[in-house]
């Protein structure tokens, strides 16, 4: 089960505890009260457990609402597997951009097994789903799909935000695949009157109707166009922590934004032969993203994607 909602449950179920307990003192009830007291203190060493120790693997439910669940007994099987299905295609996507940089434009989604989420659990309340990553081992550092998970719950949340600033930031990271998939998604909530509540270890939100018709209304009218190109200038500075570099082209003008994994590495190996990379000239490669939101005018985001040449 989806962390969040385990301690939900359990914190849910001490304040049962507490009412009963409560309850058996009043009436002086003293093996009720030492039984309900023995339950309490399980359940505190569990919620203990749980906090000391929280899951490093993927972990996310879906509550689904409106016309196409009937309460918390069944939701439209065609509804839910292309909601699951589309879900699962946006964690893949922002998946193999976060490992190879950018994926084409075309043809199957690279690393797509490595990203397979497992229904492990039916959700109680509102009808939902626990989507979960299965590892043989326990992992010691959160791993690359829970990290995509929670950026596809980051873009979600932004997408349907009323703020259009949370949206347009989201669109920095955007690329054309990962918005056709968001648009995907929002169509299928908002075509059957749906909504969505995420729960995540950091998330829990609801997208409701009017959030999930605004993302739709906003992914349809936004379109994104990428090239690539070689720049040269002075690399003004660069961030391998943050992913973040800024550079003075040979025409003066400043150029900044993100860096690949694979540009992030080679800065690194810079460093570690005692290279100085900083206030060089170089020759870069740099992916420039045209993106073009509903009533705004439209935006170019770089990234950095290779170091060419110095000189």
Known sequence: MAHRLRLEALQ?????????????????DPVGEYQLSKRKGSLETEISNLLKEPV?????????????????????????GNALRQFQELVSKVYATFELGRIGERGPIPL????????????????????DELQEQLEMF?????????EVATLLERTASPNEIDFEEALETLDPRTLFALKEFFATLDSSNATVRLVEDKFDFTLDEPAVHRARERTEATSIDE????????????????????????????????????????YE???????????????????????????????????LTEFLQAE
Do not use: C
């Open 142 to 150: 959160d791993t690359d799909l829970k990290k995509a998970v929670q």
């Open 112 to 131: 797509k097994q490595a990203t397979d989420l497992m229904v492990t659990e039916i959700a109680k309340g509102s009808f939902g789903f626990v989507l």
């Open 269 to 303: 190996s810079f460093v570690s032969s005692l290279e100085i990379a900083v206030g060089k000239r170089w020759r870069f490669k740099i992916r420039r993203r045209t993106v073009r939101p509903v009533n705004r005018p439209p935006r170019v985001v770089h990234k």
């Open 56 to 80: 490093k693997t993927a972990s996310v439910a879906l509550f689904f609402g409106g016309k196409p669940v009937f309460g918390s007994r069944g939701v439209s099987v065609a509804f839910a």
């Open 12 to 28: 849910a179920e001490i304040s049962a505890v507490d009412a009963l307990l409560k309850e058996a003192i009043e009436v002086g």
């Open 227 to 266: 090239a690539e190109e070689l720049v040269d200038g002075i690399l003004v500075g660069f961030l391998p922590q943050h992913r973040k570099f800024e550079a003075k082209t040979d025409d003066g003008v400043d150029v900044y934004g993100s860096v690949t994994t694979e540009a992030a590495e080679q």
